[in-house]
């Protein structure tokens, strides 16, 4: 029997400032494949045909109190123009064995909502940034490497697009 590696504690940085302290929380972003269904003449049922990444990837966070650096960028024409690096320690307690992810995202903020503002009640601020670039680091090995723009997308190491750049000639 196995416990599960559990969420122990997390700390996120935006454009490398640290928001320890004040971040509450990450949604990561969902990676979903675009599958079409084809089935062609002489095939007994239909297979999914994968299209490449499935609609926008987004990081939602929520942080207890006012960024004012969350504002320097916002509206900005580039699709990279803030840099967001969660940092995570997964903990399994029946080994005592610690896992460190890291996921490092660029994009840009397209929505802050600063919630509700109540003197002397709690601060909550929600930021919704849309991704460009996503990658998923586990303990020191990358697993996932998503960069649109440059059409990159790495598996376990393995770039499964180099040979489309290559026939594009990119």
Known sequence: MA?????????????GDSYQGVIQSVTL???TRKI????????DGPVGID??????????WTVGGLIESIFDNYGSSRIDADLLRMTGSYERDDVDEVVAVEVVMRGRHTEI??????????TEHQITTTLSYYKLVIDGATKIEIDLPNNVFKVNGTDRHAARRRALGI
């Open 51 to 60: 299209m490449g990444q499935d609609g926008l990837m987004t990081c939602q």
């Open 113 to 122: 909502d600063l919630g509700d503002a109540q003197s002397g009640e709690n």
């Open 3 to 15: 416990l599960p590696k559990k969420l122990k504690g997390l700390n996120l940085f935006g454009n």
């Open 36 to 43: 079409e269904e084809w089935r062609g003449g002489g095939m």
């Open 29 to 31: 972003p969902t990676l």
